[in-house]
């Protein structure tokens, strides 16, 4: 399983119980005795009630106690041949309640599929009927089988856990409308592992600008301690990047020791060329030059 989906996952986990006020909760399924046959997760519906307030599908969870879910993320196989498997992995889970609950239990386990779109193929076999946003009933089916199209969802607070499964356009705007609604190290999560494009990354970085107070600096301490963990590439980049800024603030205070010694003084303009000059070499050169200069001006030259 790709890092993508162990995201979608943790949402779901993590999200599930807060966006339902309880009603649901999310479990990792048990393992099933075919060799490894493993669904995605599983939805415990503990308070049927409330979820006729939350946006589909979630008011579709009511008749049941356990609904298996499947996550299909961008890249995914939405072939006939993935389905099956999770309609095998349904079924596996459906024997595995009968020994569980014993055969008195009547009932069938239902299935939804979250992917980002409803593939064409399923038309040509099944019945798709679509009675909300993103959401599709297959038929005929002989248990409740429904299909959640993430990309056709509206953005919701109760249903973020589906969203995540977006792709494309609808990912970057999903990215972009919840990145003020969750805690920084989610969001950091969320652009670590989602596909979202290049600009929308840097549009949601730019609304985490510097900031003085602690509590949050230490929170975003945390995160790119956690985000750098184990990852060498980069921080060996940004290791370079702070060597190098260390350089260039130490010729600059090199450079203004020199001049003020030889009681050389600085306009505004050249106390400003000196700030905002990020060149090593440059400051090399004008701290050489400093050494002999009659004035700032001929120095900075």
């Known amino acids: 399983m790709g890092q993508p989906d162990l995201f979608a996952k943790r949402t779901f986990a993590e999200e599930t119980e807060r966006v339902t006020s309880g009603a649901v909760t999310w479990q990792d399924p048990p393992e099933m005795r075919l060799e490894k046959v493993q669904s995605d997760g599983l939805l415990l519906v503990r308070r049927p009630g409330p979820l006729s307030r939350l946006a589909p599908p979630w008011p579709e969870a009511q008749p049941h106690g356990e609904i298996m879910v499947e996550l299909k993320m961008p890249?995914?196989?939405?072939?006939?041949?993935?389905?099956e498997r999770a309609l095998l992995r349904r079924q596996a889970r459906?024997?595995?309640?009968?020994?569980?609950?014993?055969?008195?239990?009547?009932?069938?386990?239902?299935?939804?599929?979250?992917?980002?779109?409803?593939p064409e193929w399923i038309a040509q076999i099944r019945t798709p009927v679509r009675f909300a946003p993103g959401c599709y009933r297959i038929e005929p089916s002989g248990f409740s089988l429904l299909w959640i199209a993430a990309n056709e969802l509206p953005l919701a607070d109760e249903l973020v856990p589906f969203l995540v499964a977006r792709s494309g356009r609808a990912l970057d705007a999903f990215g972009l409308w919840v990145a003020t609604r969750r805690p920084l190290d989610w969001v950091a999560a969320m652009l670590e592992f989602l596909s979202m494009s290049m600009p929308i990354r840097e549009q949601i970085e730019r609304r985490f600008p510097p900031t003085d107070d602690p509590e949050v600096q230490e929170r975003r301490d945390w995160v790119l301690r956690w985000l750098l963990k184990g990852d060498s590439e980069p921080k060996q980049e940004l290791i370079e990047q702070g060597v190098e800024k260390g350089l260039i603030v130490g010729a600059r205070a090199a450079l203004r020791r020199v001049l003020a010694r030889r009681q050389l003084?600085?306009?505004?303009?050249?106390?400003?060329?000196?700030?905002?000059?990020?060149?090593p070499s440059t400051l090399e050169r004008w701290l050489d030059q400093a050494i002999t200069a009659t004035s700032a001006a001929e120095a900075l030259q």
């Open 94 to 118: 459906q024997v595995q309640r009968l020994e569980e609950e014993d055969a008195s239990w009547m009932g069938d386990e239902p299935l939804w599929v979250v992917a980002p779109h409803l």
């Open 265 to 279: 003084s600085l306009s505004p303009a050249d106390e400003a060329r000196i700030d905002t000059c990020e060149d």
């Open 75 to 83: 890249g995914d196989h939405l072939d006939r041949q993935a389905i």
